[in-house]
């Protein structure tokens, strides 16, 4: 398959394709458009495939015969560009379209985007990288479905707010921590459920509340310190932000490559405005 | 303009087959992540996922490359390759990508090559047109890739491994530099792997490999393909001489021993000679851990070789009657070497005859996803591959590329499971070192937390503070009790278990103990001894030894279940009452879910689908611990 590094093959396909209209027209006839040359580097091009499939090289009868072939697709493909075959086929739509596709994301890739580019893509995105709140809390782990009503829950929370209670003394048993310190809401919806987290942003600091619901169960909270979250420093997430602001620029040039063709054409749709 | 588009159009097409990558450079930063004393967290993660670089999973239609991979993984939202929108409810800890080695990134290759450059090769210009013309044409060329891989028939250009070399390489070393922009010590761990894929006859020997390395070290390796060889062994002198060359380290997870006809645990060779010594100390350091549940169905246990494990029969149906490809019916009696419990058996039979252990290994799952999602939750399965993603209507129901004629249908696939870490670190050498000592288990697709602790000292107290005993008085799953340990007065060995709930997942109906052991005539045995259970009060073991049924809160009409059954945690501590301490031994942990619904309910009522009786639509999910394994003072060597 070494042809396929032949710049010539892409030039000659590349030339049939841009010119092909104007030649099939039949104006301005060029006498080199009949002319079909089988060079030397088409001849090693034909030898090499043939080794590949044949692990040997071919004889002279069967190089004539791979010739001949060459030059009889040469001529209908010439012949078959003059006709217009290639319109309206499906198959050569599609592969013109992925070929377009391919050559507009090649101008994506800058691999080593500057701080000032990382720093912008940073203030422009900060609660995708922004440290999320670090609680220090307590909780008791009251069982999956307690049979404990509301009465008997604020007195239970005035018992330990006032100290009359003993977490301990009321904690169901689970291999949960009974503290946490300095974790992060992401790390605790990880550990308890979405819902225990998002509870925990509903209450205040200080005091014993409750109750919360986790994906265990019911707890009583007190959070004792909450630091709230904050924007993060480059240094702490570059890769992160390199990595997000590379995908989001393959995907940003490959709609203004679009776009850009796209404002070239008119386009008209039946019922639509 | 046009010379531009020149230039890139002959870079294009020396990509496609050879390669244009620019710089190969790898920044091993070093991690400053601190190591904590002990396992405290476990990490989740699928060491088998494919990408559009493997050969199948391009020609089902995956678009989607590893850096969306890891993207998902990591937890950001990528659009699928049929237009669905796609984000893991929980990010991942760890991804392994292992696309098959044997003409890795092939398909792509010939699918974006001018069509002029394959005009010599009917062969391959036949695949390309089948390809471009629709999608059923490219599900058609993957069908034969699949069985011209079993029945050896492919083509030299993607078998030739001197033919492939440049494009693998650059691939490989490009590949290397995505991982390594993705890997991030302390937060997210991406690692190089591949996945062997020798299938003789369509029986499936495959395996994933995985690098405990970066870039810096992978780059002066390829992956080796089965094509070099079908057999195993070949693959561990690659392994030996990577570690070797590089000072690095690899391992190998065997997985889809259910369609190995019976060849994954054979007791003989891949040439059929018996297993002897070096055989077995090469396999037991290659392959440490296996692969046990996955999207093509569960190893763990079949009830031909476990009638009296009622639990046995899980994701079996539609998998067991012929191999990988089909082309191989498989009869019961090659079951013992497709299936890992009776594999573990084999393995204390081995050391009793033998003086060591070739099956000695822990367990995981992980997805073998074909669409660049790792994804193995019930409520949004993609699908084995790209054809079959969320939004193909009638893929429950649909016949499969592989094996139909034997019955096997969408819906016999499972969307099942991922790899549990108990590791000190989030870091590619802290969780790779947790793979090779075993400290890992296998859930099929919930993230429950399992403890299992093993010694002789172990009291009923000490489930108190599970953890810190477990590790201070005994070993953790994975890990050896000695007849050393034991001391002289031969006592049995005790457990601490505990298993904690998803919190966003089902209540947890039991936890089981499933011992193996050979008897004095050298046979293998095995019993499941239920040690934990929610409503211990209310539910009782009947006389046939079976504890009462959790009950089931299944609303098919729904999807949903209940809560109000099963418990949110159970723990255990528990002695085995028939202990013999000159029999070797192994005991693993088999974690129940309470039932919930199958991935193809949630499609029916999205779709609107009638399913047929036959369809599979409650389950119990599981979790499955590597074994903890006793040996007699005899045979310790």
Redo the contacts between chains.
Sequence with gaps: ?K?????L???L??ALLVFGFFWATGTNRDPADYEITIGETDIKR?KT??V??F?RAPTQAELNGLIDQEIK?EIYYREALRLGLDRND??IR??LF??MR??DN?EASD?NPSDAVLQKWLDDHPEKYAQSSLYDLEQVYLG??PATDKQSISTILDGLNQGTIEPNAIQQ????PAQLNQTDSFKIA?????T?AAGLSAIPTGQWQGPIQ????QHLVKITAKTPGKAAVLDSVR??V???WR?AQTARLEEAAFNNYRSQYDIKVADRE | MMRKALLLAACFAALAISGCSKDSGSNDSGSNVTNTEYPEQVFWGDTHLHTNNSVDAFGFGNRLDAEAALRFARGEEVTATKGEKAKLSRPLDFLVIADHSDAIGATKAIYEAPRIALLGDKFLLRWYDMMHESEEGSLRVTAELIDGAAQGTLPAVLTDPEQQKERTSDLWISHGKTVEQYNEPGKFTAFMGFEYTPMPQGDNLHRVVMYRDGPDKTDKTLPFGALASQDPEKLWAYMDAYEKDTGGKILAIPHNSNVSNGRMFAMSKFDGSPIDTAYIKTRALREPIVEVTQIKGDSEAHPFLSPNDEFASFGVAGWDKCNLSCTRDMAPDSYGGSYVREALKRGLELTVALGSNPFKFGMIGSTDSHTSLATADENSFFGKHSANEANVKDRALSPQNLGTRKGRFGWHYLSSGYAAVWATSNTREAIFDAMMRREVYATTGPRMQVRFFGGFDFTEADTSDLVKTGYGKGVPMGGDLTAKAMGPNGKAPTFLVSALMDPESANLDRIQIIKGWVNANGKSQEKVYNVSWSSPDSRTVGADGKLAAVGNTVDLTKGTWENNIGAPELTAWWQDPDFDAKQNAFYYVRVLEIPTPTWPIYDALKFGLTLPDDVIKIQQERAYSSPIWYMPAAATS
């Design positions: 398959m042809l396929l590094k032949e710049p093959v892409h030039f396909g590349g034909l495939g043939w590949q499939n692990r697709e499906p198959l599609r592969r992925t070929k391919f050559l090649q691999d999956q479905s048993a689970i291999s949960l990880l550990q308890f459920g979405e225990f986790s994906g265990f169960g890769q992160a390199t990595n997000d995908a």
